[in-house]
């Protein structure tokens, strides 16, 4: 049998994307191995920032040592290191066989209508609803490798939502970069809220999430959707980016702070309970540290259940990068940083520890260390222990400790129909 292997980093899109590549290849007859003895291997990249490209050219430099030894094995490249200069790649990468666009099958394989369906998913999966980006927030590569924005139709959606429920899953978190421009660009112009409303009818299917929302583009229709349908968890995703007006203007994100900050009260005030996450980026071209603590000030009020931060890293071919000078030293960027993480180390401390004593339900998705994991319907990592089969069954956990990060608790009982 051949075997394949994906190496994969960067955002949910891309693990999705490797995923369906993977049940391809086994559909195909291939099973997965580790890189030293794959016949096949596909690195799928991330170039959203420094950091993630220079993770991906070590990979690529240790493929050129491998190649050397074993020139046999195929080498693939995805990802969105991969733009429409395949010829440029093809003589910087002369050790990489083929070149494909994020979200693409490689060339080799024939283009299949054929949904590629993993045979025993995980209890919680993802679900691509929406391609591309068309948004071009200044400092942000992804629209340049991932093209405009394509949406899927409804009932390919709910037809793949259906199948994976029947084949064991639960949980279904749907994707995009911008998930509340879902449906623009469809005949009927349908939006999130109605594909939520359709899917939600799914038999067997527990729970729903989706990724990411754009304050500019969501709608109130969407905030009393969610509210309304019982599948479609508390939880939001909501990147703000800053908390400068003037910062938010030169990313290009059209919105203000203050419409950014009605938005969360209205999300609050219709779903209670709601758990939100949102993005930052610290070091943006000329934030001074006035602007800076508008940021602090605005995660110190909104208190957030989960915070993901960056430093801002330029990058080629954006409009930030032609157009600001990079002018915020690393030293500062980082502390800038860790102000962030420490600050929001603090809420998710006080968030989590009001579950002490509580009993959640967690839908089990797997065992890391000898301890059965899961996830609330507002996303909070728990973990326990059993020594029962408890894999993709929903449970009612008693916490009895928590931290800024995770939770941990005992088992109470075990339900394995969908949530009360
Ligand atoms: N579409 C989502 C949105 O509107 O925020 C997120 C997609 S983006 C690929 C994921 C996150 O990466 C962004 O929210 C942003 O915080 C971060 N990011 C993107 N470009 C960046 C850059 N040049 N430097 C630092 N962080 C960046
Ligand atoms: Fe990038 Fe902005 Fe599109 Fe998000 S919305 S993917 S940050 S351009």
Known sequence: ??????????????????????????????????????????????????????????KLNAMKALKEVRPEVVLALTGCLVNSRVDLLKKRFPHVDHFFKPGDYPPWLEKTDILSLPIHPSPAVYVTIIQGCDNFCSYC????????????????????????????????????????????????????????????????????????????????????????????????????QSGSDDILKLM????????????????RDKIPGVALSTDIIVGFPSESAGQFQQTVNLLSETKFD????????????????????????????????SKVE??????????????????????????????????????KLVFFGSDDNCHGQMMRIRIDKTSPWSLQGKAESSQTNQEE
């Open 252 to 267: 290009k994100r059209g919105y203000k702070v203050e419409q950014y900050r009605h938005l969360i009260t209205q999300i």
């Open 1 to 58: 049998m051949p075997k394949y292997h994906i190496w994969t980093i960067g955002c949910q899109m891309n693990k999705a994307e490797s995923e369906r590549l993977g049940n391809r290849f086994e559909e195909l007859g291939y099973e997965t191995a580790n890189a030293a003895e794959a016949d096949l291997i596909v690195l799928n990249s991330c170039v959203v920032r420094q950091s993630a490209e220079n993770r991906v050219l070590n």
């Open 306 to 337: 989960t915070v993901h931060v960056a430093a801002y890293s330029p990058r080629t071919g954006t409009l930030a990068a032609r157009e600001f000078e990079d002018n915020i030293p690393l030293p500062e960027k980082k502390e800038r940083l």
């Open 342 to 379: 420490q600050l929001q180390e603090g809420i998710q401390t006080e968030i989590n520890s009001r579950l002490l004593g509580e009993t959640v339900e967690i839908l089990v998705e797997g065992k890391v260390r000898g301890k059965w994991y899961g996830r609330t319907r507002t996303d």
């Open 141 to 240: 590569i992804v629209p340049y490798r991932r093209g405009r924005e394509r949406s899927r139709p409804i009932p390919e959606i709910a037809c793949e939502v259906r199948e994976l429920v029947n084949r064991g899953a639960k949980e279904v978190t749907l994707l995009g970069q911008n998930v509340d421009s879902y449906g623009h660009d469809l005949p009927d112009r349908p939006d999130l809220a109605d594909l939520l409303t359709e899917l939600n009818d799914i038999d067997g299917l527990a729970r729903m999430r989706f990724l990411t929302n754009h304050p500019k583009d969501m709608s109130l229709k969407l905030i009393e959707a969610i509210a309304r349908l019982d599948r479609v968890c508390e939880q939001i995703s909501l990147p703000v």
